[in-house]
């Protein structure tokens, strides 16, 4: 027993040892990646996330009335994505955003302009519906994912309402 109770006390001995002490196979020279001359970085403004290109057309999506309710999700983790609204630049769509903007700003909803002839409109809703964020890109998607023709809408947790 003292033989199997040694071999056991050194074999662990040489495992701690190894562990404790890395070895360097190859060094190639460089610079530490951590150790970069004066790197400067800014943040973009939250309005440049997306490359706004004139004019943003959704064909197939108007001014109109929606179904609201649950939409379906790919997975149940889907419902924690950020609140965001859909509209275009018309007065439907700037009538209900101002009639619907102190819930929008509760729930920090970011919005998406999908019908837009340019930059200077998006600015002008900007400029009305401020401090919502807003960035011009087309809602293909909304259509081809959960069969949405119309807008304005709302999507909270899963939930889309008008």
């Known amino acids: 027993m003292n033989r199997i109770t040694l071999f056991l006390t050194s074999t662990l001995f040489s495992i701690t040892s190894v562990a404790q002490t890395p070895e360097t196979i190859a060094d190639f020279g460089g610079e530490a990646f951590l150790e970069a001359p004066n790197l400067s970085l800014t943040r973009p403004r939250p309005d440049t996330y997306i490359h706004e290109q004139f004019p943003v057309h959704t064909p197939g999506m108007t001014p109109g009335k929606i179904h609201g309710g649950e939409l379906s999700l790919p997975h149940e983790t889907a419902k924690l994505h950020p609140a965001f609204f859909v509209m275009g630049y018309d007065k439907y769509s700037v009538h209900w955003v101002n009639a619907n903007k102190q819930q929008l700003l509760e729930a920090s ?48 947790q899963g939930v889309i309402t008008q």
Do not use: C
């Open 109 to 156: 909803a970011k919005g998406f302009v999908v019908n837009v002839q340019s930059a200077a409109q998006l600015d002008q809703l900007r400029a009305i519906l401020k401090p919502l964020p807003l960035i011009a890109a087309p809602g293909s998607s909304f259509m081809e994912h959960w069969g949405i023709t119309n807008y304005p809408f709302f999507v909270n």
